[in-house]
């Protein structure tokens, strides 16, 4: 468990000073993973290091297993250290170590003995997919290996916790795929609390249980990942979610499609579950009316089905206009004006 | 380790000064032959040589005048004592460019040395040379500071003994062993005055053998110290210094008053 | 009259042996003690992982109140401890005390200048990780470095050869004294050049064995 | 105009030999935005690094704006360098410069005068959003406030060619937005052709003209980003595409579909206009079916509208076949089957 | 016979002012020598900007000829030179010359191994920008190594401090000379201690305005 008592970090001194994290309070499960997002210079990298203590929280409480770290001694904290695997958004691999070496150095910090070591080593290798590159060192690998190192790394001695900045920035969809697999799996075989920082939306849903946004320092808003993807309070979650939900039509293109088509334009917006009913045909056929679908989505999040589809309604405005008020009795139904360049438009 | 008891299987170290180097190698041998193991300590630094000798860690040095020898005593308030004479040879005053005391123009400068001793035997000469006057009573450790006349407004630069020589394509006047002159290859029909060793006055300068107090009597350090006096050790010094330098046999008496008296100046 | 070459290269073979036995145990014994000492100047620093102003600042004094001293006169200062420690104050072994103060030191600044250029990222992964101080010394501080240090010694250890001159003036021997004692003070152009060009073939030797390492080691 | 001609690089020799780039023939037209995706390894840095001569090339030749560039005279290659702009996957910002010093600093070794040199900076920096950090040095700076800064400095002297490894991956949905919608103002306003690395698949749907897929340092596929994917032809770019097109349904979810949905489950996938179509409610109402949209999206792509949708078909299953049938003859249709986990089984 | 200190003082106080003018003569001109050939050294390394194995080789070798001479028979062998130079082979600005040489080649070993630690991906950013060497030289590897280049020219200072006792074999003057001559040769501890503090004193005060730059530059 990780918890956050009202922490605020401020760097430099007077007149030049940055609040990084203000005021921040959030609490991180046993066994849960946890997604930070929020804009580049939010403060996302300083709150995550202030949970090993690599920042010294300014003002402010951090618990960390039962424990304010703050004020533990150095051996208590070493101790915790341990046990927390970090991801760093800039890898800090040792150029003196090769691939294998950087991976066997928190084991051999750990004191595991060199057969254990080497085993292990093998097999995190094997899992990142940089077992030819094992006599390497850092400068000789591309920016995604250098990455898997990073992660391997992290997770060599089965930390309590595993705190990611970024871990998957530098990899490719497909290698992204496997890690995120690899991290549900540790997270839910050996019950490890994840504290994760990405600017991948598709890494939020794909693994995350809850999610907190920065803005400037602060927590704008946090909850369930199903929550704030289906009900997003502030602009800056709805511009982020829109990133990873394509329910996001660029004017140019909607222009063209009301010229186009003479048809009146809607947004259909499904949550949980509703998108499952085959209203479009039933409609379709109870009005005798024509459904075009033009753009949108429907997604898979945490095992709900979520989206948004932009239709066009082709019938006489009357039978249009019923048609929607009944499928409004079963989802949210918004119409689609001139140009629609921001989610926000619609949703605001 | 160092022994002050004189016993043929022992060894005894001699410490000397480096610039003299090949007569040691003949001495080693003479000694040889007596039955004496002796150890040549070679030692560029002057200052070292006497406080290894006052803590044992060498029997005898040779590397010093007894003016050197009298100072050291003096002002570490020890007793070192002269066991014989080694070498003694004139010093001079070189030039390149003039061929007359008389010649030296005013304010040109002047070469001396900077250690004590010889910076006092340097302003010594420069002054029965008749170039400066000194203080009364200056003694023989004179410095650019008793200095009282200096008519000609001489630049008198002081600098390492073994500079000296080196630098006088750069002065009007450089105070030079003329043994040293020797072995740097000047010319010695450069010199325009020089002193003369056996003197009274040379007496201080005379290169001595000396042991602590307690060691004079020690029969294999005295007989190293006449050792010296071997012909072919002689004539191989006087070869060394292209005849500028010999070995000079003082008696340890006058040496021991000489010191005396220097010490009380 | 100049040396005697038949009888004379015994005399140098031996200096050289005395020449490199004083570097490499000065070379040996000061690395300890310098890269100790620059070790704690780094990790005590403003910021760094053992911060420790009155520590810094001490070693900071202790260290620039030896270097600036003329080597001749803290030889003579140290004497006494030279003589304690070494039983002698002449010779090749008694000179490798007051050498090894004064590399120790040199080394400490070498060393020093040389850990600032690590980038703070790798010792905060060390840090993260739950790596102890001496563990960070050793496991991340040192091999991260060892590219620029191993320079460093090799610079100190050219000073070494051309220090050894000094330290045999007072009976140290080596090569350097002699190219002092029979070339300089004798006036004797060849030795001065025969002993030089040997302690230039050291130098060299040294450096080519530095250069070769560091570039091993720099991974660059 | 940048020309890969059977352009080879080798690291390491002898034993430890690294083929990071292998026989690559590849043209980037001037005044086009060209994306190249691939693994993590794959050897796209390297490609890239190529292009201005960081790496030379163990074989083969690249033609950059006509000029050999491996035969040229370094004040040539000096010159040609200074017309590319170039984003570093690790950024590469001075250490010893604020974000303002590093901005100049392309501007001042093109001898730029200080006032001009200014305003440009003062320019840039409003347009990366880092205003108000100007005086701050690297290390006082966000992962992607590192990256705006990188961007900034090789956009600083207008180049002419622009290559960009990752330029985005540090920053947030809504930056990166930002960032391309400049790159293609740049490229069309000043005709820069700009050569890009990502691992974000909507980054090259979203500028990107024309793509190359690079495995294991052979370029295995490349051409107009619409038909590559609309139609790849290689595992690993479906995969990539699939990262992207959220047309990949999870297996848990598919079966518990399979379990819900008694009806017949299809994928229908649409290209180039067909989606502007209302078929589905024109079918529906023919065959009198229901239509149940599960899951899928249409996208954006090149201004053509491009996608998949898993529908459920309800209704005896010889109807189903024959509404199958006809919508055939209009769009492709696959059935979806069992345990659908990924794209490549469908399209295999 | 010891000194007496009224009149001593005004002496000290001169030989204050040479040792001061000699250290931040030489200083400057070595560092600018030996800065020069450091980046020499830096760049004809192998895969630097201007890799080159001849230029390479033959700047180390002749660093490595320089550096290991006893600085004695250094100054003796450069006395033509310093004579042509300077005008005569005596007094402080005659060894201004020899300990410039000697200063210069230990700077640029310094440089060398504080280079060596740029990131070269810098280095690589700029070069894709057209940067020519000469451009590479000074807004890159000066500036990004600026931080542990201080400390090294700080390191070369308080050593000059030290090393500048040496003027005084050719006559010329500074405290280390004084401290030779009247404390040293002439058994006078008064006067040691008081130039040995003095030095120290300078040593001090160069290697706090060295920590205090580097810090400043170093942004960490
Ligand atoms: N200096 C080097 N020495 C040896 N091998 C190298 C060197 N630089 C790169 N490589 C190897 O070449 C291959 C291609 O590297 P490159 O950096 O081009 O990959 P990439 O496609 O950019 O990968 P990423 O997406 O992870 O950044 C990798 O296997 C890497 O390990
Ligand atoms: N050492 C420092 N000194 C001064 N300011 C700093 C320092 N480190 C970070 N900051 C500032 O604190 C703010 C938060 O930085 P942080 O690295 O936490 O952002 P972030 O949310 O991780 O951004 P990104 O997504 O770009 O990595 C930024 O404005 C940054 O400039
Ligand atoms: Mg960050
Ligand atoms: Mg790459």
Not at chain 1, 47 to 59: A, G, H, M, Q, W
Not at chain 2, 159 to 171: G, I, Y
Request: hydrophobic residues 45%.
């Amino acid at each position: 468990m990780i918890k956050f008592d009202k922490v605020t970090k401020t760097f430099g001194s007077d007149g030049q000073e940055v609040h990084a994290v203000k005021d921040v309070s959030l609490t991180i499960n046993k066994g849960e993973i946890f997604g930070i997002i929020g804009f580049s210079g939010a403060g996302k990298s300083t709150l995550l290091r202030l949970v090993n203590l690599l920042e010294r929280p300014t003002f402010g409480k951090i618990i960390v297993n039962e424990k304010e770290i703050s004020t533990i001694s150095q051996t208590e904290l070493r101790k915790l250290r341990s046990r927390i695997g970090m991801i760093f958004q800039s890898f800090n691999l040792l150029s003196s170590r090769n691939v294998a070496g950087n991976i066997a150095y928190p084991l051999k910090l750990a004191k595991v003995p060199k057969d254990k070591r080497d085993e292990r080593v093998e097999e995190l290798l094997r899992f990142v997919g940089l077992e030819d590159k094992v006599n390497k060192y850092p400068e000789q690998l591309s920016g995604g290996q250098k990455q898997r190192v990073g992660i391997a790394r992290a997770l060599a001695t089965s930390p309590d916790i595993l705190i990611c900045d970024e871990a998957t920035s530098a990899l490719d969809p497909e290698t992204t795929e496997e890690i995120l697999n690899l991290l549900k799996k540790v997270n839910k075989e050996y019950d490890i609390t994840i504290l994760l920082i990405t600017h991948e939306m598709h890494v939020i849903r794909s693994i995350c249980s809850r999610v907190a946004v920065m803005e400037d320092g602060k927590v704008i808003e946090q909850g369930n990942v199903y929550d704030i993807f289906s009900n997003p309070q502030s602009k800056t979650t709805r511009n982020f979610i829109s990133s990873v939900l394509n329910d996001n039509l660029s004017p140019r293109l909607l222009d063209r499609l009301h010229r186009e088509h003479s048809g009146n334009i809607y947004r259909l917006i499904f949550t949980g579950g509703v998108s499952s009913k085959p209203i479009i045909s039933q409609i379709a056929k109870k009005y005798n009316l024509d459904f075009n679908i033009m753009y949108g989505s429907i997604h898979e999040l945490q095992d709900q089905l979520y989206g948004n589809l932009i239709v066009e309604l082709i019938g006489t405005d009357s039978i249009v206009k019923e048609a929607v008020n009944e499928l409004r009795e079963i989802v949210e139904v918004k119409e689609v004006l001139g140009s629609e360049s921001r989610l926000d438009h619609v949703l605001a | 380790s160092s022994s002050a008891e004189g016993n043929d299987e022992k060894l005894v170290k001699l410490g000397v000064s480096s610039a003299d180097g090949p007569v040691w190698d003949l001495l080693v041998e003479k000694a040889k032959s007596e039955g004496i193991n002796l150890e040549i300590i070679e030692l560029v630094d002057w200052q070292l040589p006497n406080d290894a000798l006052v803590n044992g860690e060498i029997d005898i040095n040779a590397f010093q005048h007894l003016a050197f020898l009298s100072q050291y005593n003096v002002q570490r308030d020890a007793n070192l004592v002269p066991i014989g004479s080694s070498f003694v040879g004139p010093k001079g005053l070189y030039s390149e460019k003039y061929n007359e005391i008389s010649e030296i123009p005013n304010g040109a400068s002047v070469a001396i040395s900077n250690d004590p001793a010889n910076m006092g035997l340097d302003l010594s000469l420069l002054e029965s040379a008749g170039l400066i006057e000194l203080k009364d009573g200056v003694g023989i450790f004179g410095t650019t500071e008793d200095v009282t006349n200096n008519p000609k407004k001489l630049e008198i630069n002081a600098m390492n003994a073994q500079q000296t020589p080196r630098a006088l394509e750069d002065v009007a006047l450089s105070a030079i062993y003329n043994s040293i002159a020797g072995r740097a290859g000047i010319d010695p029909n450069n010199v325009l005055y020089e002193n003369d060793p056996l003197s009274i006055e040379g007496l201080p300068y005379v290169n001595v053998f000396a042991v602590r107090a307690e060691d004079v009597e020690n029969e294999t350090y005295k007989k190293v110290a006449t050792l010296i006096q071997d012909p072919e050790i002689k004539e191989a010094y006087k070869k060394d210094t292209a005849g500028q330098g010999e070995v000079v046999d003082v008696s340890v008496k006058d040496l021991k008053q000489t010191l005396e008296r220097l010490m009380n100046e | 009259m100049k040396v005697d070459w038949t009888t004379f290269w015994p005399k140098i073979v031996e200096a050289l042996g005395e020449t490199i036995i004083m570097v490499i145990l000065t070379l040996l014994i000061a690395s300890m003690i310098g890269i100790g000492i620059g070790l704690m100047f780094f990790v005590t620093r403003e910021g760094n992982i053992l911060e420790n102003k009155t520590v810094f600042s001490i070693l900071n004094i202790l260290v620039n109140v030896i270097r600036p001293i003329p080597f001749i006169i803290l030889l003579v200062a140290v004497s006494p401890l030279t003589r304690t420690l070494m039983g002698t104050t002449i010779g090749t072994m008694a000179a490798v005390f007051p050498m090894t103060i004064a590399a120790s030191f040199a080394i400490a600044r070498v060393v020093e200048s040389n850990l600032v250029s690590i980038q703070p990222g790798v010792i905060e992964a060390a840090q993260a990780m739950g790596a102890n101080p001496v563990q960070i010394i050793f496991t991340v501080l040192i091999p991260e470095a060892l590219g620029p240090l191993i320079l460093g010694l090799t610079f100190i250890t050219v000073a070494l050869i051309d220090f050894s001159a000094m330290a045999g003036t007072v009976g140290g021997g080596g090569l350097g004294a002699i190219a002092m004692s029979y070339g300089y003070q004798r006036f004797d152009t060849s030795v001065m050049v025969v002993t030089i060009v040997i302690l230039i073939v050291l130098a060299q030797g040294a450096q080519y064995l530095g250069n070769y390492l560091s570039r091993f080691f720099l991974r660059r």
